[in-house]
């Protein structure tokens, strides 16, 4: 059976090596980086915190964390981190279980404006246990609207504000975040997973200043494993001196039992990289990247990923683009757009970015390039007698993947695509 699995995983490095992946949330670790995940740290159990263990022999385990930790204060510059949390979902969770009890009032940004499951969409725990209120953005330009969200705040008094999102191309403003939670009391979180490398690069502003409490994946920008981190600020221990011993109890036994310790060493080594005065650069360029691309594509963004809105080409097209850009060897994700026409479920927009591409090596000119095959993908979708969303007819969506698996344009787009993504290198593949 493992013969097979490895076969799989060959695939799969084939498939990463001659596409395009520019999902915004996904990356390619360093070599080092994957060296460390797939240790034999992944063998010890160390259910606890450093020196204060449920179980024995976790002398190094001990040191490999409060090394980990070590990295993120000094990269964020704040007295206190967490690296046990398994990815970023369980660490809003924890952050909401210590600061919030439930059927407590939480806000963040509705999913429909490009907000997280966990920021209080409704089938989220942040929903079902906590009284959850969404702020949106303006129909207009797509950006937040503060005026709604102070308006929301003052009304229903949240207890936790969320400053964070996922498919959002502008710059937040931590500044107004902060006079609107102080209005009310509430604590003021920044999930700043998507920009992380960002704002390590100085292209984005610091939530440290603002914020009482920060929650940033250890993925996307900031290209290290899977997991997640909880940053507590100096303004975060004057609001509450106790939000500490509040957060570890949330963490364990509150959400989880032991962290995985592979992951621990490969999110210090991804911290020990993003020290470096070449990750600074490696942020710049992401962010440039995202710039021309969308620009290429006829819209704007000011962070790593753009929002791609296809209502000009039709009702409900999103998974349509999807398919035929998977085709052509270009991975995007079909996403809601403000004020979304169709369905959540056949949306009408696509969500790219990237931080993987510029990982590869690629720049500005080669964001021009691939907006052109982007273009190229979705005029071709627009000229195919596609089964439709609103048609309700059966197996629509296996109708829709065949046609677009036989179109010999699509496959034509593959083999540029294929040609020109095997020239650039792949940490862990080339």
Known sequence: MASKIFKLIEEEAHRQKYGLEMIPS???????????????????????????????????????ETYACDLAKKLFKVPQAYVQSYSGSPANMAVTMAVCEPGDVVMGLSLASGGHLTHGAKLSFSSIFYKAVNYNVRGDDWKIDFDELEALAKKHKPKLIWAGTTAYPFKLDYRRFRKIADMVGATLVADCSHITGLIIAGVHESPVPYCDLIMTTTHK????????????????????????????????????????????????????????????????????????????????????????????????????????????????????????????????????????????????????????????VLEEIRGLDLPKMQDMRKDFLREVKLKLRKNKNLKQIRREVESFAGKFPVPGIS
């Open 26 to 64: 996904e990356n390619y670790v360093s070599d080092a980086v994957l060296k460390a995940l797939g240790s034999i740290l992944t063998n010890k159990y160390s259910e606890g915190f450093p020196l204060r263990r449920y179980y024995g022999g976790n002398e190094v385990i001990d040191k490999i």
């Open 221 to 376: 920008t900031l290209r290290g494993p899977r997991g997640a981190m909880i940053l507590v600020t100096e303004r975060g221990f004057k609001k509450d001196p106790e939000i500490k011993g509040k957060i570890e109890r949330a963490i364990i036994p509150g959400i989880q039992g032991g962290p995985h310790n592979h992951q621990t060493a490969a999110i210090a080594v991804s911290l020990e990289e993003a020290l470096k005065p070449s990750f600074k650069k490696y942020g710049a360029q992401i962010a440039k990247n995202a710039k021309v691309l969308a620009q290429s594509l006829g819209t704007v963004s000011e962070t790593h990923l753009v929002l791609l809105s296809l209502t000009g080409y039709g009702y409900g097209l999103g998974y349509q683009a999807q398919y035929g850009l998977e085709e052509a060897g270009i991975t995007v994700n079909k996403n809601t757009i403000p004020g979304e026409p169709a369905s959540p479920f056949y949306p009408s927009g696509i969500r790219l970015g990237t931080p993987a591409l510029t990982s590869r090596g690629m720049k500005e000119k080669d964001m021009v390039k691939i907006a052109s095959w982007i273009k190229r």
